[in-house]
């Protein structure tokens, strides 16, 4: 039996299953060069030649996204906590907060890799404000959206505000919370990326510029699956732990 959070292996085979047969169909019917649009034999070829290489890259990779996305996950929801028992916060820091989101990310980026270098610290930055906003708001409904019943019942039992919001609030908002990690896990990649592409000397964005550069078109797009690759595998582990988190609130999504 899976939930919500987690889809079935199976499903993700039978996924890519068919985007392979749909590319490599593509491939056939059209005869577009392989410097333009290389075949997935093509791809796998360059993978196995390549295999080292890209999962050095891959190990940068996913160094930035797994330290941005436990800062960033933990900033949110320290932030959606203050938010919820501080009226100050949520006068004045929601709307820049809100405001934040109108600046493109990638416009941030060379300014990061101005101030942090071209290291993981500027890579590491970009994932946690690419997903700190999903985090913080989905959190923070969560929170502000607690049963009635339950805060009334807490309150007749004369239960501090503190206590209201640890014992009664959080247990409540931890699907709410799922569903930001669940956004989390997906965004987190994206923001790496983005970094590695405006300034990087490693990692499995900055593979991807060297491999176009030199039209190794194949080499790129076997960078490309990795990351998928990594993107999936860790979308369902964060899958898992949200389903745990959920069971232990007793709430589902």
Not at 193 to 207: D, K, R, T
Not at 234 to 249: E, F, K, Q, T, Y
Request: with cysteine.
């Amino acid at each position: 039996m899976s939930d919500e959070g987690t889809t079935p292996l199976r499903d993700f085979a039978a996924s890519i299953l068919l985007i392979l047969g749909l590319w490599q169909t593509i491939v056939w019917l059209t005869g577009v060069p392989h410097y333009i649009l290389p075949g997935p034999l093509a791809v796998a070829a360059a993978l196995a030649d390549n295999l080292l290489l890209i999962a050095w890259h891959a190990r940068v990779t996913a160094i930035e996204v797994i330290l941005g996305m436990i800062f960033g996950v933990v900033l949110g929801a320290i932030s959606a906590l203050y938010l919820m028992i501080s009226p100050f916060a949520r006068r004045f820091f929601m709307p820049i907060l809100v405001l934040s989101q109108t600046v493109p990310v990638f416009a941030l980026a060379p300014i990061l890799i101005l101030w942090l270098g071209y290291g993981l610290g500027s890579k590491i930055a970009m994932t946690i404000l690419i997903i700190y906003f999903p985090v913080t708001s989905t959190f923070f409904d969560g929170l502000r959206a607690t049963p009635g019943g339950y805060l009334d019942l807490a309150q007749s039992m004369q239960a501090s505000g503190l206590r209201i919001l640890f014992y009664v609030r959080l247990p409540a908002a931890l699907p709410a919370l799922s569903s930001g990690l669940r956004l989390a896990a997906v965004y987190a990649p994206i923001g790496a990326i983005i970094g590695e592409w405006v300034g990087a000397s490693q990692g499995l964005g900055y593979l991807m510029l060297l491999a176009n550069g030199r039209v190794k078109i194949d080499l790129m797009c076997a960078a490309l699956i990795t990351l998928c690759g990594f993107t999936i595998l860790l979308r369902m582990l964060v899958g898992l732990l949200c389903a745990r988190l959920d069971r232990w609130s007793g709430q589902s999504l």
